[in-house]
């Protein structure tokens, strides 16, 4: 099976907001999706990856950014990184000690089939969702929050165990609420495949959904709470090729994968007066990374052989060779280069001569052109895991071969790999990953011995106290100077260790036709937008913009 890297990481269009992507609206012409009652238009997007958009049954970020149509959350997140109130009518009171927040749910807010959304529906909400066992993919979960009471009409009152500083942005404007009166009798929330339970309060409904086509059609909620949504329908369909479809007017906007594609597929569009391409800052989307498994025997466990290794591979030229130079080298540090919590370390630049000789010192002869011989007199071979990657993994092999490091390439297609990547049942691998543009505490999940969830991409096996302490310190420190100089010390001590090396972050792009609405946008890289849990695009979906609340008017 192949698959789009970026569906799966969450930065397509079919993921609705995973890049802050609003609607495409034209009246008529080549690519249009027409227009609904009162001159509302129908945008048509390429779907993603299939998945139930259930909140306890969807995959990863595509299904949480289309089961988001549907359902609400307190806050929400636009295209600028700002939180506003959405189903609270103002933002949450915090108290001294971090641990209480309060707030109050707007009046008149109606489910789909017309009952009221009330507290006690948020509230029973965070119990269920801590009542239920949820995978992995299920990547929006409610941590830390001990309790939710209703204080008096509309009045709710959290209570964290841990004064997180992301509260309001990774809970309050991420975990979907749901009705009481539909699930309360779902026993176990992640079978439930029912249709007819996708009951929100959500600017649109499910009208309907092919798993087996990974098709999708949402119609507006005219009786929605800030009035009647922007779009009328939103339309999801499986097309081969998004830039063909785009020319054959089969979708509003393309967005295709960085990697293969480059400047010469922009070229065309570029050249033509009837496009417009938006390119996003590197590391928006996916990313291609380089792994060892550090807690296994041998070369891997060694700081100087992965040095070594990552002075060997020309970072820049990958970006160049496989992204058209759409994109940045790989930081060790983690963060991709526009982001606010980014500092100076180590880069281990493009340096075979280093390399050979970090090798030696590790006790790695070569006498020859082949691979090196160990200190136990065996040749110095280690199996390279190909996760999804082809391309990654080609340039990786020729560049550790050149300095005498055998390679034995498993090919594995990515959905096949995850047990063997979150186990660490291999000794390098190359991979995709994702959510480096995001909230800076996502470092914490992709290096801390003690994650909150499992991410196949994160440094399996990877093990320092210092950086398990001060991950812990962040997510507490509310002062940002603070809290920026502890990341900053994180990133130095992973680069230090470099369990991983992301080895380039590409630089996103979409194209839409001109003459339309213009608010297809991507996180500006300042603020600490979350793409895989922020739904800015369903905000630009129910107002016509990509901030604020007032919904644009309609010709």
Request: a negative charge; one cysteine or more; charged letters at 20%.
């Amino acid at each position: 099976m192949t698959m789009n890297r970026r569906r799966f990481l969450g930065v397509g269009l079919g993921a609705v907001g995973a890049l802050a992507l609003g609607a495409c609206a034209r009246g008529s012409g080549p690519g249009s999706g027409g227009a609904g009652p009162g001159g509302r238009p129908t945008v048509r997007l390429a779907a993603g990856l299939p998945s139930f958009p259930s909140p306890f049954s969807y995959f990863l970020a595509p299904g949480y950014n289309q089961m988001i149509l549907i359902y609400d959350t307190l806050l929400l997140s636009d295209a600028t990184g700002q939180l506003l109130p959405w189903l609270v009518s103002e933002m949450p009171i915090r108290s001294d000690d971090g641990l209480t927040y309060t707030m109050q749910l707007r009046e008149g807010i109606r489910w789909h089939d017309g009952e009221p959304l009330t507290a006690e529906d948020v509230v029973f909400t965070f119990d269920y969702f801590a009542s239920q066992t949820l995978a992995p993919s299920v990547s929006v979960q409610p941590r830390h929050v001990a309790g939710v009471r209703a204080t008096g009409p509309g009045t709710l009152e959290f209570r964290l165990d841990l004064p997180i500083v992301d509260f309001e942005q990774a809970v309050a404007g991420a975990v979907p609420i749901i009705p009481r009166h539909i699930w309360s009798e779902v026993s176990d929330a992640a079978r439930a495949q029912d249709v007819d339970l996708l009951v929100g309060s959500g600017p649109y409904r499910l009208e309907s959904y092919s798993q087996a086509e990974s098709s999708y059609l949402y119609v507006a909620n005219d009786d929605f709470f800030l009035g009647e949504p922007f779009v009328q329908r939103l339309e999801f369909v499986p097309v081969p090729n998004e830039l063909d479809a785009l020319l054959a007017g089969e979708i509003e906007v393309a967005q295709p994968d960085v990697e293969g594609a480059g400047a010469d597929a922009l070229a065309p569009f570029r050249q033509n007066d009837e496009f417009e391409v938006i390119e996003g800052p590197a590391g928006t989307g996916f990313f291609a990374a380089l792994s060892w498994s550090v807690a296994r025997e041998g070369p891997v466990s060694d700081r100087r052989f992965r040095h070594a290794c990552a002075m060997a591979i020309d970072r820049q030229e990958m970006v160049d060779r496989l992204l058209g130079g759409l994109g940045a080298p790989g930081n060790p540090g983690f963060f991709p280069p526009d982001h606010p919590f980014r500092v100076d370390v180590e880069q281990y630049a493009f340096d075979p001569g280093e390399a050979n000789r970090l090798l030696e010192e590790a006790g790695y002869r070569r006498t020859g052109l082949g691979p090196r011989q160990g200190p136990d007199g065996q040749p110095l071979r280690l199996s390279l895991l190909s996760a999804g990657a082809p391309p990654a993994t080609e340039l990786v092999v020729r560049s550790l071969e050149a300095v005498g490091v055998g390679i034995e390439v498993e090919s594995v297609e990515l959905f096949q790999a995850f047990s063997r990547l979150n186990s660490g049942d291999y000794e390098m691998a190359v991979h995709p990953g994702g959510g480096v543009a995001g909230s800076p505490d996502f470092m914490r999940q992709i290096y801390s011995s003690q994650p909150d969830t499992e991410l196949f991409f994160a440094a399996h096996g990877y093990q320092n106290p210092e950086f398990d302490d001060l991950a812990e310190r962040q997510r507490v420190t509310f002062d940002e100077a603070e809290r920026k100089e502890i990341f900053a010390r994180m990133q130095e001590i992973v680069a230090e260790d470099l369990p991983l090396l992301h080895l380039y972050y590409p630089s996103p792009f979409l194209i839409q036709r001109r003459g339309g609405f213009d608010a297809w946008a991507f996180p500006d890289p300042e603020t600490l937008y979350n793409p895989e849990t922020a739904s800015s695009g369903k905000q630009s979906f129910v107002t016509g913009r990509t901030s604020g609340l007032e919904i644009r008017p309609t010709e």
